[in-house]
Structure formats: C-alpha cells, structure tokens
C-alpha cells in the first residue's frame, strides 16, 4: 500500500487478556520495527524485522511480549496476560533493508488501554 | 550504544520568532541523525535527515538542523515559526550498521499566535 497500516486503531482491553495489533508495511519494505510511545517516555524500541534474518527483540519488555512477520510483509505484535503498565501507544514502521541512511515511514499507531 | 538527549520538554515561541529544539547525541562511529514531528493523533512524519556532506541540513515545512561534531549536536531550526508548527518533535540516532533507530524523549513545541 502507499503507507505502514495499523489495526485497530484503538484497543480497549481487561488486564489478563492477549491482545493482537497489527502492522502491514509499505510494499517493498523489508524492514520492519515495532516502538511503544508511553506518556512522558518517547519512543521505545521493541522489535525489529530484517528480511529473512532472526529478528533483533532485544527491546521486548517480557516473556509476554513476541512478534511474528509472515511472508515478509505483515506482522503481529501479541501481548499476553496484559497488564496496566502495558497502556501505551505502538508504532510500527518499515525502511528499505540494508538502507542505514534511510528514515522510517511510520503507521499511525494502535491506542492500547488496559482497564 | 546510541542515545539521544532532548533536554527540554516544551518549548514556547511567539508565531514569526525564530525557533530552536536541541537535541544532542552519543554514538559510536559516524551518526546517521533524524527529526520527526508528530501532530495530534498522527503517527510521526520524517523531517529531515542528516547522512554526511553539509552540516547544515533543509527539510520539509521550512525546518533545518545544523550537525556539530564537535558538540555532538543536532538542533532543529526554523527562521520564523508559525502556529501550525506546534506538535511534538523527535531527534533519532543510529550508527553506521543497520541497528534500530534511537529516539529522545521528544520535545513539545507550542508557537502561540
């Protein structure tokens, strides 16, 4: 597609459910990486995709936290058992592999609440 | 490894002064160095970028960044702000290999009218 899409674009959730959230990246993009805006923190990093390679998830917050990407297009980022500190938005965003000069093209995010 | 610094979280500037947001950095090697800007309920959109070449960098909306090896800073400027600049800002940083971008805590920039 023309940009990175995120869904849902808001997930409200009960603490100890698993919640999926979704990327599809911009067509061609091989790179693929997950960050989590919480208020006052910036943006963490989470997760990231480079082509077939074993992902980096050396940002992962927890066992409860993993990442898939099939075929090399879209990913899903699951949480199990939330929590309340899992309350953030997530970011995903894709850039052409091996390109270290290129920025990101972001996706509009998932709002996550945990009640 | 990386890390940024944003050292202000909010910066006020009247509508056609000058505006700055700092941002300074650590990495090993040569930075490849970024801005992003977030408007309200909108993921972050790419600004400009700093590779090698000029120190100082032009980008979109009228903004630039001036590199300063020596002061290991990055900051973003804009000869006359307008209203609708008001957003937050993000400085990242990422060195050389193909490692994720690092961002700062991010900075609020109000321009009031």
């Known amino acids: 597609g023309a940009g990175v899409s995120q869904s849902p674009s808001n997930k409200v959730t009960e603490k100890g459910k698993d919640v999926e959230l979704r990327c599809d990246p911009i067509?061609?993009?091989?790179?693929l990486y997950w960050y989590r805006q919480s208020l006052g923190q910036g943006l963490e990093f989470l997760i990231y995709?480079?082509?077939?390679?074993?992902?980096?998830k050396s940002g992962l917050p927890s066992d409860r936290f993993s990442a898939e990407r099939t075929g090399g297009s879209v990913s899903t980022l699951t949480i199990q058992r939330t929590q309340q500190e899992d309350s953030a938005v997530y970011l995903c965003?894709?850039?052409?592999?091996?390109?270290?000069?290129?920025?990101?093209?972001f996706g509009s995010g998932t709002r996550l609440t945990v009640v | 490894a990386q890390s940024v610094a944003q050292p202000e979280d909010q910066v006020n500037v009247a509508e056609g002064n000058p505006l700055t947001v700092k941002c300074t950095y650590s990495?090993?090697?040569?930075?490849?160095l970024f801005w992003y800007v977030q408007y309200p309920n909108r993921g972050l959109q790419f600004l400009l970028k700093?590779?090698?070449?000029?120190?100082l960098v032009k980008g979109s909306y009228g903004f630039e960044a001036e590199f300063n090896k020596s002061q290991t800073s990055f900051h973003l400027k804009k000869p006359s702000a307008l209203v609708s600049d008001s957003a937050l800002y993000f400085c990242?940083?990422?060195?050389?290999?193909?490692?994720?971008?690092?961002f700062g805590k991010g900075t609020r920039l109000s321009v009031i009218a």
């Open positions: 965003a894709s850039s052409l592999l091996g390109q270290a000069n290129y920025g990101y093209t």
């Open positions: 067509s061609g993009h091989t790179a």
């Open positions: 995709f480079q082509g077939n390679s074993a992902p980096d």
């Open positions: 990495v090993s090697g040569n930075p490849y």
């Open positions: 700093y590779i090698t070449g000029d120190n």
């Open positions: 990242a940083v990422r060195d050389e290999g193909n490692t994720p971008l690092v």
